[in-house]
């Protein structure tokens, strides 16, 4: 994927607190996705953890993973409720720096196609 964002433009700007709340969104599907991960991977992580002592502590760090990221979106749009929307912030400059092309396009406010998910392998 490229980390460049699309588009970039005067319609980037945004205030803090929107920025905040896409931020918010981001993590809280993040945690989601682990969240789903560990439903479908289940009884083979159970498997696992039962054979060694290390595995388990290591598949119980998933389960701080999506407890840690719901906190944190929960945390950042509590955030961006208490700020005051205050000068227009571009995020396009921080954007170009992610590796992953959808989540700076998502962060940038500008809609994604979701087209067929190829897993990429890198």
Excluded: W, Y
Aim: overall charge negative; some cysteine.
């Amino acid at each position: 994927m490229s980390a460049r964002p699309r588009n970039r433009g005067a319609a980037d700007a945004t205030t803090l607190p929107v920025l905040l709340g896409r931020v918010a969104t981001e993590l809280g599907a993040r945690a989601r996705d682990v969240n789903d991960l560990q439903v479908k991977l289940g009884p083979v992580l159970a498997e696992l953890a039962s054979e060694s002592h290390h595995l388990s502590a290591d598949i119980q760090r998933l389960d701080l993973l999506a407890q840690s990221l719901a906190s944190l979106s929960a945390f950042v749009q509590g955030l961006g409720a208490s700020c005051g929307a205050g000068a227009p912030v571009d995020p396009a400059p921080l954007a170009e720096a992610l590796p992953l092309r959808d989540l700076a396009e998502r962060l940038c406010g500008r809609a994604v196609v979701d087209e067929a998910k190829d897993l990429e392998l890198f």
